[in-house]
């Protein structure tokens, strides 16, 4: 199941958009990615499930750098991933992230957290940033809240404001580390409606959820992970239908009810 | 509707309305029995802290406003075999004194110098510390930049004259921070634009200063060693508080990184300058400095503590910042990050000014510290005020009892005033700033 293969010529027009090839990581002692090898292409949906320390957190924060991997290759968008901080910065400019607890910066407003990164990192003059940011705080549905601080909306709508701040940096992936579950659960449909949006624009998405509906809606491939490594990858149809290894089967009874 | 709580099954049918709390009896006398005489132990505390009161205060007025003499030319005002009066403060000496309290022996004719570099200052600090001012981005070129080059040429009279030898070695010094700078660059793989322009603006900012302090604008020298009093201690305090603030960050933001050199110069410094006592920095920077030096070059015998109060303050200013950097939950360093933000970036603007807004109990803490502890460079023989205080009590035209007791008392009310200020000051910033995030 592990050693997908990778194409020794790559063509730039089917460049994958993230390509781990054998990649390993230790925290210490503790083997937390063993031999992860995937290729994600251009608009592919994917699920990542799996109970925690699986590693699956672990597993997409290398994608943008947020942990080093120890061995293999990581590349993202043609960028391989290496010690050189500047590229590192480059691959993140491209990389979205919305972390489990939002991370927003409460001391800045709503519309400041949005527009920052674009005035700072893409040097976008201050009115075009903030146009853009209104345009994204409109899709996720919450443009009145912009002149308020992070910490007077509500987990839902923080979480959206987080999705929206990532998208004004118009990134080519999207990484989504648990982004419901801090949530009440009142507000999980509408931080994932906005991820059905954004899925369906064609965007792509790695996403860490147990929102096992979110994942039949619009996942293209659903991966299981354990002990660090891909256990099992597949379809969402066959996934649900006809898990394979028995851990997944274990762990797809416990939390389908 | 009441709901009885042993119903089986219950349906609201009516939405309660929201109603005003009940209003509960408020006046003065219910003030004073609530808060002041609520239980046996409270009016016991309240009565002892009444008689206290009464012991302490009216003594004090009656010493420091009622009995004090006010006018007077001299001794005979405040002593009673003179026909003075010896109940009260002398505050005639204070008068008298005054100029010297607040110039020390700076030269006579040239103290109107000093009278601008004062307002300056205060130019400069409500600029800077008012929120709602006008361009406070301005406000900090002109404090930071400005204003010292300004204070500098008004105060020594500038024209330091330097040699053609001393700009040889600028220009080498230059090329040398640029190299550097390019060095890092290189080794930590980083944009090279930014930190060329980065170098060239550093040193283009020194060289500016220092063509600015080589013009001779015509003013009379004035050597240090005739400043004192309130200028000397404003100028310690405020050369401390200003230097002490960026390079603490720095000292602070050292000791967090991940390059061991920066962290162990960082470490030894904070530790080595906070297990030594001030006095100790202060006779090392006197005595030592010099020693360290090449023999053709003095530092100035002012400069010297200047520079020890400065360091010092910074090892203290860098652990408080610590503290504020700790306390930042790793979520913001991977939210910026996550964006693209590179280091500087993440720093100043996400980072920094949330670790220093949590810290700003302990910053002022430390500064208020640092302005009482000026008073200590009078150990290396600087006229500070309380030094040209301690001076004057001595002088035989005011020979008279209550003079120490009255000299002390005006250091104390002057300390009092800025230090409260800087109290009252950082509170108003905090609950500012608190105003806007919360809930």
């Known amino acids: ?257 | 509707m009441s709901t009885a709580v042993d119903m089986p099954r219950f349906v609201r049918a009516k939405q309660v309305e929201a109603l005003p709390p009940p209003n509960l009896a408020r006046g003065p006398i219910a003030w004073v029995r609530q808060n002041l005489f609520s239980g046996p132990f409270n009016t016991i505390l309240t009565l002892v802290v009444f008689y206290l009161l009464y012991v302490s205060v009216p003594p004090l007025l009656k010493f420091l406003i009622i009995d004090a003499v006010w006018t007077g030319s001299d001794r005979a005002a405040c002593r009673a075999d003179t026909g003075g009066s010896e109940s009260g403060a002398c505050w005639a000496f204070i008068w008298d004194k005054l100029n010297y309290f607040i110039y020390g022996s700076y030269t006579i004719s040239e103290r109107w110098r000093v009278n601008i570099f004062f307002a300056l200052l205060a130019i400069g600090v409500v600029w800077l510390l008012w929120l709602r001012a006008p361009r406070r981005d301005l406000g900090a070129v002109y404090f930071f930049w400005i204003f010292p080059i300004v204070s500098y040429i008004l105060l020594t009279g500038g024209n330091a004259s330097f040699s053609g030898r001393f700009w040889a070695g600028f220009a080498i010094l230059g090329a040398l921070v640029i190299a550097l700078f390019a060095f890092f660059a290189a080794l930590l793989k980083t944009a090279m634009r930014p930190a060329l322009i980065m170098a060239g603006a550093i040193v283009a900012v020194i060289g500016i200063t220092l063509a600015l302090i080589d013009v001779d604008f015509g003013l009379a020298h004035v050597p240090t060693s005739l400043w004192g009093g309130i200028l000397v201690t404003l100028l310690v305090a405020t050369v401390g508080i200003v230097v002490s603030l960026p390079f603490g960050i720095l000292l602070a933001l050292g000791r967090r990184s991940r390059l061991p050199i920066v962290r162990m110069a960082s470490v030894i410094f904070i530790e080595f300058v906070r297990g030594v006592p001030l006095i100790t920095v202060l006779i090392m920077a006197n005595t030592m400095l010099p020693l360290f030096l090449p023999g053709d070059m003095t530092v100035d015998r002012l400069l010297r503590p200047l520079i020890g109060t400065a360091l010092f303050a910074s090892a203290y200013m860098a652990e408080v910042v610590r503290g504020g950097l700790q306390a930042m939950p790793k979520g913001q360093y991977e939210g910026a990050m996550s964006l693209g933000l590179n280091y500087p970036q993440m720093m100043t603007l996400i980072i920094l000014p949330q670790a220093l807004r949590i810290v700003i109990p302990g910053i002022v803490n430390t500064f208020i510290g640092l302005f009482k502890d000026t008073s200590l460079v009078a150990i290396v023989g600087i006229f500070d005020l309380v030094k040209t205080i301690e001076a004057s009590r001595i002088d035989p035209n005011w020979a008279a009892p209550t003079i120490g007791i009255t000299g002390y008392a005006f250091a104390a009310l002057f300390y009092f005033i800025f230090c409260f200020g800087m109290s009252r000051y950082s509170l108003g910033v905090e609950r500012r700033l608190a105003a806007g995030q919360k809930r």
Request: aromatic share 6%; with cysteine.
């Open chain 1, 1 to 257: 199941m592990s050693a997908q293969q990778i194409p020794a010529s790559v063509d730039p027009q089917v460049q994958p958009a993230i390509q781990m090839v054998d990649v390993h990581k230790w925290y210490g002692d503790f083997h937390v990615l063993r031999d992860i090898n995937l290729n994600v292409r251009r608009g592919e949906r994917i699920v990542i499930c799996g109970p925690s320390g699986s590693g699956k957190s672990t597993m997409i924060r290398c994608i943008n750098r947020l942990e080093e991997h120890q061995k293999g290759r990581i590349i993202v968008d043609g960028v391989e991933l290496l010690d050189d901080l500047k590229r590192i910065d480059e691959v993140r400019r491209d990389v979205g992230m919305v972390f489990q607890h939002f991370n927003l910066f409460p001391h800045l407003t709503i519309l400041e957290n949005c527009t920052l990164a674009p005035i700072w990192v893409k040097k976008m003059p201050k009115r075009e940033a903030e146009e853009v940011a209104m345009h994204y705080l409109t899709r996720v549905k919450i443009p009145e809240q912009a002149n308020k601080y992070p910490g007077q909306l509500s987990g839902g709508q923080q979480q959206r404001v987080a999705i929206a701040r990532s998208l004004c940096m118009s990134p080519k992936i999207m990484l989504f580390d648990e982004p419901t579950s801090a949530l009440d659960p009142e507000m999980v449909k509408e931080v994932l409606d906005t991820m059905v949006g954004l899925a369906e624009e064609g965007m792509t998405m790695l996403c860490v959820t147990h929102e096992m509906g979110f994942a039949r809606q619009v996942a293209d491939r659903v991966i299981f992970m354990d002990y660090g490594q891909i256990v099992e990858m597949n379809t969402p149809d066959e996934f649900f239908r006809n898990p394979q290894h028995e851990r997944t089967r274990l762990f797809l009874s416990q939390i389908l009810h």
